[in-house]
Protein backbone atom coordinates (compact mmCIF):
# COMPACT_ATOMS: atom_id res chain seq x y z
CA UNK A 1 0.00 0.00 0.00
CA UNK A 2 2.86 2.74 1.13
CA UNK A 3 4.04 1.95 -2.87
CA UNK A 4 1.00 4.37 -4.00
CA UNK A 5 2.67 7.52 -3.27
CA UNK A 6 -0.24 9.65 -2.58
CA UNK A 7 -1.56 7.34 -0.14
CA UNK A 8 1.82 6.88 1.89
CA UNK A 9 1.77 10.13 2.16
CA UNK A 10 -2.03 10.59 3.53
CA UNK A 11 -1.22 7.97 5.67
CA UNK A 12 2.05 9.41 6.97
CA UNK A 13 -0.51 12.73 8.13
CA UNK A 14 -2.54 10.30 9.76
CA UNK A 15 -0.22 8.47 12.18
CA UNK A 16 1.49 11.97 12.69
CA UNK A 17 -2.41 13.30 13.84
CA UNK A 18 -3.48 10.32 15.79
CA UNK A 19 0.20 10.34 17.17
CA UNK A 20 -0.37 13.75 18.46
CA UNK A 21 -4.21 13.02 19.56
CA UNK A 22 -2.95 10.20 21.18
CA UNK A 23 -0.51 12.16 23.48
CA UNK A 24 -3.38 14.66 24.57
CA UNK A 25 -5.88 11.39 25.12
CA UNK A 26 -3.76 11.18 27.91
CA UNK A 27 -2.61 14.34 28.80
CA UNK A 28 -5.97 16.33 28.71
CA UNK A 29 -7.81 14.20 31.18
CA UNK A 30 -4.70 14.36 33.62
CA UNK A 31 -4.57 17.98 32.82
CA UNK A 32 -8.44 18.62 33.79
CA UNK A 33 -8.54 16.14 36.79
CA UNK A 34 -5.13 17.45 38.30
CA UNK A 35 -6.86 21.07 37.90
CA UNK A 36 -10.53 20.00 39.08
CA UNK A 37 -10.62 16.96 40.60
CA UNK A 38 -13.87 17.01 39.27
CA UNK A 39 -15.13 14.01 37.32
CA UNK A 40 -18.24 15.79 35.58
CA UNK A 41 -16.06 18.68 34.97
CA UNK A 42 -13.74 15.95 33.14
CA UNK A 43 -16.49 14.96 31.30
CA UNK A 44 -18.05 18.64 30.66
CA UNK A 45 -14.88 19.64 29.75
CA UNK A 46 -14.59 16.62 26.17
CA UNK A 47 -18.43 17.97 25.63
CA UNK A 48 -17.32 21.49 25.08
CA UNK A 49 -14.55 19.91 22.97
CA UNK A 50 -16.77 18.05 20.65
CA UNK A 51 -19.63 20.66 20.32
CA UNK A 52 -18.16 22.57 17.43
CA UNK A 53 -17.41 19.22 15.49
CA UNK A 54 -21.21 18.41 15.96
CA UNK A 55 -21.94 21.68 14.66
CA UNK A 56 -19.91 22.31 12.24
CA UNK A 57 -19.87 18.32 10.52
CA UNK A 58 -22.62 19.08 7.76
CA UNK A 59 -20.58 22.63 6.60
CA UNK A 60 -17.50 20.64 6.60
CA UNK A 61 -18.57 17.81 4.19
CA UNK A 62 -20.41 19.90 1.80
CA UNK A 63 -16.66 22.32 1.68
CA UNK A 64 -14.91 18.71 1.46
CA UNK A 65 -16.87 18.03 -1.49
CA UNK A 66 -16.41 21.52 -2.81
CA UNK A 67 -13.09 22.74 -1.99
CA UNK A 68 -9.25 21.76 -2.10
CA UNK A 69 -9.93 18.47 0.54
CA UNK A 70 -5.97 19.14 0.32
CA UNK A 71 -5.67 22.72 1.28
CA UNK A 72 -8.21 21.90 4.00
CA UNK A 73 -6.59 19.32 5.65
CA UNK A 74 -3.15 21.65 5.46
CA UNK A 75 -4.89 24.70 7.20
CA UNK A 76 -6.64 23.04 9.52
CA UNK A 77 -3.56 21.22 11.22
CA UNK A 78 -1.48 24.30 10.73
CA UNK A 79 -4.18 26.10 13.03
CA UNK A 80 -4.26 22.93 15.35
CA UNK A 81 -0.29 23.03 16.18
CA UNK A 82 -0.44 27.12 17.04
CA UNK A 83 -4.02 26.00 19.35
CA UNK A 84 -2.36 23.16 21.04
CA UNK A 85 0.84 25.01 21.70
CA UNK A 86 -0.57 27.38 24.16
CA UNK A 87 -2.51 24.85 26.88
CA UNK A 88 1.24 24.77 28.83
CA UNK A 89 0.68 28.07 29.61
CA UNK A 90 -2.92 27.91 30.66
CA UNK A 91 -4.51 27.12 33.82
CA UNK A 92 -7.94 27.97 33.78
CA UNK A 93 -10.14 24.87 32.84
CA UNK A 94 -12.58 27.45 31.04
CA UNK A 95 -9.48 28.91 28.74
CA UNK A 96 -8.58 24.83 28.41
CA UNK A 97 -12.73 24.40 27.31
CA UNK A 98 -11.89 27.18 24.83
CA UNK A 99 -8.47 26.05 23.16
CA UNK A 100 -9.61 22.61 22.63
CA UNK A 101 -13.18 23.94 21.09
CA UNK A 102 -11.27 25.73 18.61
CA UNK A 103 -8.63 22.47 17.87
CA UNK A 104 -12.36 20.69 17.64
CA UNK A 105 -13.30 23.08 15.12
CA UNK A 106 -10.04 22.41 12.95
CA UNK A 107 -10.91 18.53 13.51
CA UNK A 108 -14.06 19.18 11.93
CA UNK A 109 -13.41 20.57 9.11
CA UNK A 110 -10.14 18.25 8.39
CA UNK A 111 -12.02 15.06 9.30
CA UNK A 112 -13.96 14.21 6.36
CA UNK A 113 -11.65 15.62 3.93
CA UNK A 114 -9.34 13.52 5.38
CA UNK A 115 -11.87 10.06 5.37
CA UNK A 116 -13.17 11.40 1.69
CA UNK A 117 -9.54 11.06 0.45
CA UNK A 118 -8.36 7.52 1.39
CA UNK A 119 -10.65 6.14 -1.31
CA UNK A 120 -10.20 8.58 -3.50
CA UNK A 121 -6.19 7.23 -3.92
CA UNK A 122 -6.70 3.85 -3.47
CA UNK A 123 -8.18 1.28 -6.26
CA UNK A 124 -11.29 0.08 -4.52
CA UNK A 125 -10.08 -3.84 -4.66
CA UNK A 126 -7.36 -2.44 -2.40
CA UNK A 127 -9.80 -0.46 0.40
CA UNK A 128 -9.44 -3.00 2.99
CA UNK A 129 -5.88 -3.21 2.95
CA UNK A 130 -5.86 0.37 3.07
CA UNK A 131 -7.96 0.95 5.89
CA UNK A 132 -5.84 -2.31 7.50
CA UNK A 133 -2.62 0.12 6.84
CA UNK A 134 -4.32 3.19 8.26
CA UNK A 135 -6.04 1.15 11.46
CA UNK A 136 -2.55 -0.69 12.34
CA UNK A 137 -0.54 2.30 12.07
CA UNK A 138 -3.75 4.34 14.37
CA UNK A 139 -3.03 1.64 16.90
CA UNK A 140 0.32 1.94 17.02
CA UNK A 141 1.48 5.03 17.34
CA UNK A 142 -1.45 4.95 20.26
CA UNK A 143 -0.03 2.48 22.04
CA UNK A 144 3.65 5.15 21.44
CA UNK A 145 2.10 7.96 22.43
CA UNK A 146 0.30 7.62 25.76
CA UNK A 147 4.13 6.05 27.09
CA UNK A 148 5.47 9.14 25.33
CA UNK A 149 2.58 11.12 27.15
CA UNK A 150 3.76 9.34 30.11
CA UNK A 151 7.13 10.17 29.95
CA UNK A 152 6.88 13.57 29.31
CA UNK A 153 4.11 13.95 32.34
CA UNK A 154 7.07 12.42 34.85
CA UNK A 155 9.40 14.48 33.82
CA UNK A 156 7.25 18.10 33.60
CA UNK A 157 3.96 17.58 33.96
CA UNK A 158 0.84 17.70 31.56
CA UNK A 159 0.99 20.74 30.05
CA UNK A 160 4.45 20.07 27.87
CA UNK A 161 2.90 17.06 26.49
CA UNK A 162 0.83 19.16 24.52
CA UNK A 163 3.95 20.51 22.34
CA UNK A 164 4.37 16.88 21.30
CA UNK A 165 1.25 17.29 19.70
CA UNK A 166 1.57 20.63 18.76
CA UNK A 167 4.99 19.08 16.23
CA UNK A 168 3.01 16.12 15.43
CA UNK A 169 0.32 18.41 13.53
CA UNK A 170 3.04 20.45 11.76
CA UNK A 171 4.81 17.01 10.60
CA UNK A 172 1.21 16.29 9.62
CA UNK A 173 0.52 19.57 7.34
CA UNK A 174 4.06 18.83 5.79
CA UNK A 175 3.26 15.58 4.66
CA UNK A 176 -0.06 17.03 3.30
CA UNK A 177 1.77 19.84 1.67
CA UNK A 178 3.22 16.98 -0.45
CA UNK A 179 -0.09 14.61 -1.32
CA UNK A 180 -1.77 15.09 -4.40
CA UNK A 181 -5.16 14.00 -4.77
CA UNK A 182 -7.44 14.07 -8.01
CA UNK A 183 -9.94 16.34 -8.15
CA UNK A 184 -13.63 15.76 -7.28
CA UNK A 185 -15.99 15.47 -10.12
CA UNK A 186 -18.92 17.43 -9.70
CA UNK A 187 -21.74 18.51 -11.83
CA UNK A 188 -22.24 21.84 -13.24
CA UNK A 189 -24.78 24.59 -12.17
CA UNK A 190 -26.28 27.65 -11.89
CA UNK A 191 -27.48 27.66 -8.70
CA UNK A 192 -26.05 30.28 -6.09
CA UNK A 193 -23.93 29.12 -3.76
CA UNK A 194 -26.22 29.31 -0.60
CA UNK A 195 -28.97 27.54 -2.82
CA UNK A 196 -26.48 24.59 -3.73
CA UNK A 197 -25.20 24.15 0.01
CA UNK A 198 -28.36 23.81 1.28
CA UNK A 199 -29.12 21.52 -1.37
CA UNK A 200 -26.04 19.28 -0.69
CA UNK A 201 -25.83 19.45 3.22
CA UNK A 202 -29.46 18.13 2.62
CA UNK A 203 -28.04 15.28 0.26
CA UNK A 204 -25.81 14.01 2.68
CA UNK A 205 -27.96 13.88 5.64
CA UNK A 206 -30.39 11.86 3.55
CA UNK A 207 -27.73 9.49 1.95
CA UNK A 208 -27.27 9.05 5.52
CA UNK A 209 -30.46 8.48 6.38
CA UNK A 210 -31.94 6.02 3.66
CA UNK A 211 -29.04 4.15 3.04
CA UNK A 212 -29.62 0.81 5.51
CA UNK A 213 -25.60 0.27 5.86
CA UNK A 214 -24.67 4.01 6.50
CA UNK A 215 -27.81 4.19 9.28
CA UNK A 216 -27.08 0.66 10.91
CA UNK A 217 -23.39 1.69 11.05
CA UNK A 218 -24.28 4.89 12.36
CA UNK A 219 -26.42 4.02 14.98
CA UNK A 220 -23.84 1.24 16.46
CA UNK A 221 -21.33 3.91 16.40
CA UNK A 222 -23.23 6.30 18.31
CA UNK A 223 -24.09 3.39 21.26
CA UNK A 224 -20.17 2.79 20.98
CA UNK A 225 -19.73 6.21 22.14
CA UNK A 226 -20.35 5.25 25.12
CA UNK A 227 -17.71 2.93 25.45
CA UNK A 228 -15.38 5.80 24.37
CA UNK A 229 -16.32 7.87 26.76
CA UNK A 230 -15.79 4.71 29.18
CA UNK A 231 -12.49 4.48 28.75
CA UNK A 232 -11.59 8.30 28.83
CA UNK A 233 -13.59 9.28 32.04
CA UNK A 234 -14.99 6.04 33.90
CA UNK A 235 -11.34 4.12 33.21
CA UNK A 236 -9.37 7.36 34.73
CA UNK A 237 -11.41 7.78 37.87
CA UNK A 238 -11.68 3.72 38.00
CA UNK A 239 -7.42 3.62 38.34
CA UNK A 240 -7.90 6.88 40.88
CA UNK A 241 -10.57 5.63 42.95
CA UNK A 242 -11.64 2.14 42.96
CA UNK A 243 -8.01 0.81 42.99
CA UNK A 244 -6.23 3.84 45.02
CA UNK A 245 -2.97 3.41 43.16
CA UNK A 246 -1.76 7.29 44.09
CA UNK A 247 1.20 8.72 42.45
CA UNK A 248 1.21 5.96 40.00
CA UNK A 249 -2.35 6.24 38.68
CA UNK A 250 -1.22 8.30 36.01
CA UNK A 251 1.22 5.81 34.36
CA UNK A 252 -1.15 2.73 34.86
CA UNK A 253 -3.63 5.00 33.21
CA UNK A 254 -1.12 5.74 30.40
CA UNK A 255 -0.38 1.76 30.19
CA UNK A 256 -4.50 0.85 30.36
CA UNK A 257 -4.75 3.32 27.34
CA UNK A 258 -1.60 1.83 25.75
CA UNK A 259 -2.47 -1.81 26.29
CA UNK A 260 -6.10 -0.73 24.27
CA UNK A 261 -4.29 0.77 21.69
CA UNK A 262 -1.94 -2.04 21.23
CA UNK A 263 -4.64 -4.68 21.11
CA UNK A 264 -6.41 -2.30 17.81
CA UNK A 265 -2.73 -2.84 16.02
CA UNK A 266 -2.56 -6.48 16.75
CA UNK A 267 -6.23 -6.61 15.48
CA UNK A 268 -5.88 -4.46 12.61
CA UNK A 269 -2.89 -6.81 11.62
CA UNK A 270 -4.98 -9.91 11.88
CA UNK A 271 -7.76 -8.42 10.20
CA UNK A 272 -7.18 -9.65 6.80
CA UNK A 273 -6.53 -12.84 7.49
CA UNK A 274 -9.26 -13.47 9.19
CA UNK A 275 -11.90 -11.37 6.84
CA UNK A 276 -10.60 -14.30 4.02
CA UNK A 277 -11.85 -16.84 6.57
CA UNK A 278 -14.81 -15.74 7.45
CA UNK A 279 -16.09 -13.35 5.60
CA UNK A 280 -16.37 -9.29 6.57
CA UNK A 281 -19.66 -9.33 8.43
CA UNK A 282 -18.41 -11.40 10.50
CA UNK A 283 -15.25 -9.34 11.32
CA UNK A 284 -17.76 -7.10 12.20
CA UNK A 285 -20.04 -8.83 14.05
CA UNK A 286 -17.04 -9.89 16.56
CA UNK A 287 -15.86 -6.60 16.80
CA UNK A 288 -19.40 -5.16 17.70
CA UNK A 289 -19.50 -8.10 20.77
CA UNK A 290 -16.05 -6.77 21.93
CA UNK A 291 -18.00 -4.06 24.75
CA UNK A 292 -18.60 -7.76 26.45
CA UNK A 293 -15.14 -6.76 27.97
CA UNK A 294 -15.75 -4.50 30.06
CA UNK A 295 -18.29 -6.48 32.66
CA UNK A 296 -15.53 -8.14 34.44
CA UNK A 297 -14.54 -4.75 35.65
CA UNK A 298 -17.42 -4.38 37.72
CA UNK A 299 -16.07 -7.19 40.21
CA UNK A 300 -13.02 -4.79 40.64
CA UNK A 301 -10.72 -7.50 39.35
CA UNK A 302 -6.68 -7.97 39.61
CA UNK A 303 -5.02 -5.27 37.30
CA UNK A 304 -3.47 -7.90 34.77
CA UNK A 305 -7.41 -8.52 34.22
CA UNK A 306 -8.58 -5.32 33.37
CA UNK A 307 -5.16 -5.69 31.38
CA UNK A 308 -6.16 -8.56 29.52
CA UNK A 309 -9.58 -7.30 28.96
CA UNK A 310 -8.99 -4.00 27.40
CA UNK A 311 -6.28 -5.80 24.86
CA UNK A 312 -9.00 -7.96 23.92
CA UNK A 313 -11.62 -4.97 23.41
CA UNK A 314 -8.97 -3.21 21.17
CA UNK A 315 -7.84 -6.56 19.37
CA UNK A 316 -11.21 -7.21 18.01
CA UNK A 317 -13.10 -3.52 18.07
CA UNK A 318 -10.26 -3.24 15.04
CA UNK A 319 -12.29 -5.64 13.36
CA UNK A 320 -15.15 -3.75 13.70
CA UNK A 321 -13.57 -0.48 12.44
CA UNK A 322 -11.78 -2.03 9.50
CA UNK A 323 -14.87 -3.65 8.30
CA UNK A 324 -17.29 -0.60 8.65
CA UNK A 325 -15.18 1.50 6.90
CA UNK A 326 -14.96 -0.38 4.23
CA UNK A 327 -18.87 -0.70 3.87
CA UNK A 328 -19.04 2.87 3.77
CA UNK A 329 -16.56 3.69 1.56
CA UNK A 330 -18.36 0.94 -0.93
CA UNK A 331 -22.02 1.98 -0.25
CA UNK A 332 -20.92 6.11 -0.72
CA UNK A 333 -19.99 7.71 -3.96
CA UNK A 334 -17.36 9.50 -4.79
CA UNK A 335 -18.63 12.97 -5.06
CA UNK A 336 -21.22 12.60 -2.02
CA UNK A 337 -18.47 11.02 0.69
CA UNK A 338 -17.14 14.29 1.99
CA UNK A 339 -21.04 15.20 3.06
CA UNK A 340 -22.20 11.58 4.04
CA UNK A 341 -18.53 11.18 6.28
CA UNK A 342 -19.60 15.12 7.39
CA UNK A 343 -23.07 13.68 8.37
CA UNK A 344 -21.76 10.65 10.02
CA UNK A 345 -19.45 12.37 11.71
CA UNK A 346 -21.39 14.86 13.29
CA UNK A 347 -23.76 12.40 14.83
CA UNK A 348 -20.96 10.39 16.14
CA UNK A 349 -19.39 13.43 17.64
CA UNK A 350 -23.11 14.85 19.49
CA UNK A 351 -23.48 10.82 20.58
CA UNK A 352 -19.67 11.49 21.95
CA UNK A 353 -20.48 15.03 23.83
CA UNK A 354 -23.92 13.44 25.49
CA UNK A 355 -21.70 10.17 26.21
CA UNK A 356 -18.98 11.71 27.85
CA UNK A 357 -21.20 13.72 29.91
CA UNK A 358 -23.25 10.88 30.94
CA UNK A 359 -20.49 9.01 31.58
CA UNK A 360 -18.85 11.81 33.69
CA UNK A 361 -22.29 12.18 35.42
CA UNK A 362 -23.04 8.22 36.35
CA UNK A 363 -19.40 7.49 37.35
CA UNK A 364 -19.16 8.92 40.64
CA UNK A 365 -23.23 7.96 41.24
CA UNK A 366 -22.63 4.14 40.10
CA UNK A 367 -19.27 4.16 40.86
CA UNK A 368 -16.34 3.44 38.08
CA UNK A 369 -16.58 -0.14 38.46
CA UNK A 370 -20.63 -0.77 37.91
CA UNK A 371 -20.41 1.93 35.27
CA UNK A 372 -17.61 -0.01 33.26
CA UNK A 373 -20.02 -3.05 33.20
CA UNK A 374 -22.79 -1.26 32.64
CA UNK A 375 -21.53 -0.04 29.39
CA UNK A 376 -20.06 -3.06 28.04
CA UNK A 377 -23.11 -5.48 28.73
CA UNK A 378 -25.67 -2.40 27.02
CA UNK A 379 -23.36 -1.68 24.08
CA UNK A 380 -22.20 -5.42 23.59
CA UNK A 381 -25.38 -6.08 23.27
CA UNK A 382 -27.03 -3.57 21.78
CA UNK A 383 -24.67 -3.30 18.48
CA UNK A 384 -25.94 -5.97 17.14
CA UNK A 385 -29.35 -5.49 17.85
CA UNK A 386 -29.37 -1.85 16.11
CA UNK A 387 -27.59 -3.74 12.96
CA UNK A 388 -30.68 -6.26 12.55
CA UNK A 389 -33.35 -2.87 13.43
CA UNK A 390 -32.32 -0.72 11.38
CA UNK A 391 -31.91 -3.12 7.91
CA UNK A 392 -28.19 -3.04 8.32
CA UNK A 393 -27.53 -6.95 8.21
CA UNK A 394 -30.39 -7.21 5.22
CA UNK A 395 -29.09 -4.97 2.98
CA UNK A 396 -24.99 -6.59 3.84
CA UNK A 397 -26.52 -10.05 3.01
CA UNK A 398 -28.20 -8.88 -0.43
CA UNK A 399 -25.14 -7.32 -0.79
CA UNK A 400 -23.31 -10.83 -0.65
Do not use: H, K
Not at 28 to 33: E, R, S
Not at 127 to 146: D, E, F, I, N
Not at 259 to 286: Q, W
Not at 291 to 311: E, H
Request: with cysteine.
Amino acid sequence: MLAIRAFLWLWLSQVSTQLGESVALVAMPLLVYGLTGSAELLGAIFVVQLLPRVVLAPVAGMLADRLDRRRIMLIANVARAGLVAVLPFTESPTAIAFIAALVAVGTALSDPAEMAAVPAVVPSGLLVPALSASQVATSVVRVGGPALAAGVIALAGPGPAFWVQALCFLFAAGCVWRLGLPAVAREATAEGLATAARREIAEGLRVARDNPVVRGITAVEILWQLVFASLVVGVLVYVEEALRLGEESASVFSLLTATFAGGTALGALAARGVERRIGRPRLMAIGYLAPLMLIPAGFTPPLPVLFVCLFVLGFTDAWAVIAMQTYLAEAVPDQLRGRVYAAWLGAITLASAVACALIGWLTPRLGPPATLAAVGALVGIGGPVLLWVTGCIAALRRRG
